[in-house]
C-alpha cells in the first residue's frame, strides 16, 4: 500500500453525474448561441474563512485529479441527461473529455480568503461542467482538513487517532480520515481509508465487547480483557470504562501485568480521570502502559488536556463536521472569457474578474507575511527582499493530469512547514483574523 | 427510474472496509474466547436531538438495506484486513453474511430522544460488525432529512429545490438530495441523486452563462438570455443579479415576453427583492412568471420570507450541513446477550438494557401523546382509551431483506402525515422541547 492518491482499488466509476443539472442546460444554451468554444478562465476561491479561523488548509486536490479523468459519460450516464438534453448536446457530451490545463494550490498549503486555489481554464463548455464535482471534493476536504490542523496544533505532537466515520456519510468518512491524515493525524479508524490511501489504521476494543462478557453471573470485566488480551497481545489498549475506571485499571493491570500497551478511557472528566488513572498505573508498576482518552473531543478540549498526562487522543465527531464549519464554502466563478476579465456585481457577492497568479512573501527567516494575486499576464510585483512562493503549480495540461504532483505524504509534510511559517498569532485557536493578509494587484 | 432504494446503477461494490477497525478486532477476540456465537441484540438511539429541535426524522433506511447485502469480503477486503488480523478471523470473514434480524422505524417516521429506531439481533459477531456503516448512513441521512423537513414546513407549501451538492462530499451530496427529497423538497440540482433515487431534476442557468457572454464592447445580458431561451424554452427560469436586478428583470420580458416561467435572485435582501420584482413583472404582463430566490437560506430565512412573492426556495448550504446540525449523533449499543439485559454504567453515557418494542400513542384525532419504549417480552402497555402506532416494523429476516418495504415515495408520505401528526409546538422552528415525550416501561 502507498499514499499515492490515484492508488486505490475502488471501481472506477463515471463521475460525470455527481455535477448540478444547471450545468448541462448552459452547455446546451451555449452549444446553442455559439458561446460553447469561448476560452474561459475559472477560479475557486473562499470569500472568507469560517468565523474567526485564521487559515485554511486545501484539501482533497489529489482525490479531484483522481476524479477527474473519469469525469466521462458513458451510455448510462447519457441516458439520464438526455431525459433533458437536446442531441446534439447529448453527442457533445459522449466525446467529452477534460482538455485544458489547472493549476492549483498543493495539497497541504494553506489558503486565506480570495486565495484562487485553482484555476481551471478551457473552453467554457469542457470547464463549466467541472464545477460542481470540483467544489464537492475541495469543500469537503478543506473544510475537515482546516479543523483537522487546529487540532493537531492543540495536541502539541502527541498522537492522534481519526475515529469519526460513525457520525459522517460512510463515503465522506472515508475522505474525512484522508484529510485528517494530511493535517497530521497519527492513523485512523476507518478501514477504507487504510485501503484507499495507506492512512494507518487503529482501534482494538469498545464497550460492546466488555458488555458481552455478562452473565447470569453478572459482568466479568476480566473476562473481556483477557479475551481481548489473548487476541490481540499485551500491547494493545484496553478500554476501562464501561462499569467503573478505578476498577477497570485495576482489573486492567490484574490481568494483562505493567507491560499493558494502554488503557482507553471514554466518559468522564476525561483531564480529571487522566491524573487519577496515571497515578493508579503508576502505583501499579505500569509507567509506561498509555493513556488514550475520547469522547466529544474537539481542539477546545484537546488544548483544555494539554497539561494532562494523556498520550493519544481520539477524535470523531469535531473532525468529520469540521468542527462547525463542515464546509469550505469555496465557489467556482468565472473570471476571464477570451481574455476580457469578467465579474458579476451582485451585492456582497463581487468576484475579481482576470486570471490570476499568487506569491506568497516570507522573510528571510521562514515567515510568511502577505498573500499578493496579481494578473497573470502582468509582471511579479516586487519582492522588497521577501521571498516569493509562487502558490499556483501547475496539475493539468491539455486534460492529462502532469506527473510528480505530491503525494498524501507529501502534502502532510508540506503542511506542518507551512504552519511554522505561520505569525505567532496565525496558530491560537481563539478568534481572529487571517493570519496574513491577501492583497489583490492591477 | 423508480423511488425504489434498491434500483441504482452504481457497481454493487464491497461495503464491508466501511467500518471501524475496531470492530474487526473485536471479533477476532470474541472468536478466540468463545463469545463470538452469543445470541445479541443491538439498538440504535439518539440520545438527545440537536439543541432545541422538536423532532428527528429517520431517513437512511432504504441505503442501509441496500448496503447490508454488499457487506461481504472479497479477496480485496481480506487483503486489507489480514494485515492486523489472525487466520482464523480472516477465515470466518471470508464466508461472512449477516444472517440475523433487523427491526426498524420507517424512512419518514419521526424519532424523539432514546427511540430505539433500530433493532439488530444475531450473534455478536454478525452484528458487531455493523456498527458503523448503520451509523454513517443512518446519522448523515437523518441529520439532513431532519433539517430538511423543517425548511419545508418553513416554506408552508412552496417549491423547494435542493441544490447544496458543491458544499458536501460528492457522494454525500447524492444522499441529501435523496433525504430532502424525502422531507419533502421538491426538486434537486443533482443529476445522480436523479439516476439513483429517480428525484426530479431541476437547474437552468448560473451567473457564469450570464458573463459568457461578453465581449469588447462589455456585457451583453440580453445576448444570454436569449442563448437560454433558445435551448431551454420560455418555461425556464433566467437569473436575473448578475449586474442589476431592475435591468435584468427588464431585459428578461424583453427578450423572453410576459410567458417567461421564472426569474431568479441570488443576492441581495431577497424579501425586498421578491416584492419589487413581483411588482416590476406584474408591471411588464408577466404576471404568471415565478419568482425563484436562493443564497444562503435556511429555514429561519425561508420563515421570514412567508410574507414575500417567492414562489420557490433554492436551498444549499443550510440543507448539506444539516443546518448546525450535520450529524445526528445516533449510536450503537449492545442492549442484550443471551437474553439478560445489559448497559455501561459511564458517567452521562448510560444506555438502557433489553430488546424492546415502542408504541407511539395518539388521541383518536390523531395527535401523538407519547412514545413508550418497553421489554419486547412483555405485554403492550395499556392503551388507556388511545390508539397505538408499532413503530419497529420487521425489516430483515434471517438476513434477507423483507419485501415490501417503504419506497422513498412511500417514506415521503409517511412523513407528510407524521408532522400533522405532532402537537401545533412541536412544529415551531423556535427552541423547545421534544415536541412528546417517551417513556420506558419495566
Redesign the interface.
Known sequence: MTNNASDW???K?S?A??????????L??????G?AH?R?S?EVFARRLPAGRRYGVVAGVGRLLD?LPRFRFGE??LA??S??L?ERTVDWLRDYRFSGDIDGYREGELYFPGSPILSVRGT?AEC?LL???T???L???SAIASAAARMVSAAAGRRMIE?G???????????CSRAAYLAGFTAT????A??RYGVP????????????????AG?DEA?AF???I???GLG?TLLV????ITEGVKTAIAVAGPELGGVRI???DLGVWARQVRAQLDDLGATKTKIVVSGDLDEYAIAALRAEPVDTYGVG?AL??GSGA??A?MV???VE??G?P????????ESRGGTKRVLRFARPTGTAVEEVAFPADAPAPESGGLIAHDLLVPMVRGGEVVAGLPTLDEGRDLLAQRLVSLPWEGLKLSHGDPAIPTRFVG
Not at 201 to 216: D, E, K, P, R, Y
Open positions: 482499488s475502488q471501481p466509476t463521475t453525474l455527481l455535477t448540478d443539472q444547471y450545468e448541462l442546460t448552459m446546451s444554451a451555449a452549444l446553442g448561441d458561446s469561448r474561459c475559472f476524479a448510462p450516464e439520464v441527461v431525459e433533458f437536446d467554457f463549466v464545477e460542481t464535482l467544489l464537492s471534493i469543500n469537503h476536504d475515529m466515520s460513525r457520525r459522517a456519510h460512510e463515503e465522506s468518512a472515508v475522505a479508524s476507518n478501514l477504507e487504510v485501503r489504521g487503529a482501534g482494538t476494543s469498545a464497550h460492546a465487547f466488555t458488555l458481552l462478557h455478562n452473565t447470569v459482568p473476562a483477557r479475551g481481548q489473548a487476541a490481540l494493545t470504562d464501561t462499569y467503573d471514554d466518559s468522564g465527531t468529520v463536521t463542515p464546509t464554502g467556482y466563478k468565472l472569457v477570451e476580457i469578467v465579474a458579476k456585481r451582485s451585492s456582497h457577492k
